[in-house]
């Protein structure tokens, strides 16, 4: 127990070349913290919910949907737009932060998923497997622990995404450890009312398990439920609920008929918050280069 503790904290790095040999199975060591996390956010039926709470929430969940949907997906899976070294590791940081393990790992599985999507060898498609093993108990089987890393040889230059990718947990350390801190600052408490217990669970705990299950919808209910602009070979649909949860990730058919595009939402109509988003930081200089949707990709779409 001591030395799977050691390799939980201080972890091997673990990669895969190939997917490994026979069924996937669930780690359940591997995977308590996340399984603590879900219990843990229980805790916030013990303590009265005030606007403070609810704002403090909005917030967490905003900004790291923002790096996941921005940098772990747009940026490190798609490479749909650029960014200096400093922007692309604090992106990647704070992506981090939400649980969701590194930005190696996401994009290398993120770009399995698109070459093999919704067959036997895509791990999270409703369609060869069971809902919920879509939508999350693949996220805790073994071959979701090690990095595809042939898949990612163009991120694997930087040492300092290779180590945020091996030592994932510590922005989220971080992310709850300056929760409870800032909660028993007297200054914050006099402010807000909130305490270090409450704006553990308001500021980390409820927004990670929200980013984990959102950003999961994608995967399972995206492939399942809404519409279809183009035909892509395999179950991606368009989901308007999704997209206001993702800021914009909801556009899946979308994204999956044309990935190389900075934006998701094609149209006027299809709100892509986090496309906008880019496009202030590009006019502050943070990012450059957007790949636009090419005209001939709304030619093709039946509307």
């Not at 939508?135 to 805790?140: A, G, K, Q, S």
């Not at 180590?163 to 600052?185: H, K, M, Q």
């Not at 279809?228 to 609920?241: A, D, P, Q, V």
Request: with cysteine; net charge positive; proline share 5%.
């Amino acid at each position: 127990m001591s030395f799977s503790i050691l390799k939980w904290v201080c972890p091997p790095p673990e990669t895969f070349e190939e997917l490994p040999p026979g069924k996937a199975k669930v780690e359940w060591f591997r995977c308590l913290p996340y399984v603590v996390v879900h219990l843990a956010g229980l805790l916030a039926l013990l303590y009265p919910v005030s606007f403070a709470c609810v704002l403090i929430a909005i917030l967490s969940y905003a900004v790291r949907m923002f790096s996941i949907t921005a940098f772990y997906h747009r940026y490190f899976s798609h490479r749909t737009f650029k960014t200096s070294r400093l922007v692309q590791f604090l992106g990647a940081f704070v992506a981090c932060s939400a649980g969701q393990r590194g930005p190696l790992w996401w994009a290398a599985h993120h770009r399995r998923h698109h070459r093999h999507s919704d067959t036997e060898d895509d791990d999270h498609s409703p369609h060869t497997k069971s809902f919920l093993w879509s939508h999350t108990l693949w996220f805790m089987t073994d071959y979701a622990v090690p990095t595809f890393m042939k898949e990612v040889r163009d991120l694997a230059k930087f040492k300092e995404l290779l180590f945020l990718n091996r030592f994932d947990w510590i922005p989220v350390v971080v992310l709850a450890s300056s929760c409870y801190l800032l909660g028993e600052t007297s200054w914050f408490g006099e402010w807000t009312g909130l305490t270090g217990m409450t704006t553990l669970i308001w500021g980390f705990l409820i927004p990670t398990i929200a980013l984990y299950h959102a950003t999961f919808a994608i995967n399972s209910i995206a492939h399942l439920f809404g519409s279809r602009r183009f035909e892509t070979g395999e179950g991606s649909r368009n989901n308007f609920l999704l997209a206001l949860l993702t800021l914009g990730e909801g556009w899946h058919n979308n994204h999956h008929f044309y990935p190389a595009s900075a934006r998701q939402g094609f149209f006027k109509w299809e709100i892509d918050p986090t496309y906008y988003l880019l496009r202030l930081m590009a006019l502050f200089g943070l990012v450059r280069d957007l790949r636009p949707v090419p005209s001939w990709v709304k030619d093709k779409a039946v509307r």
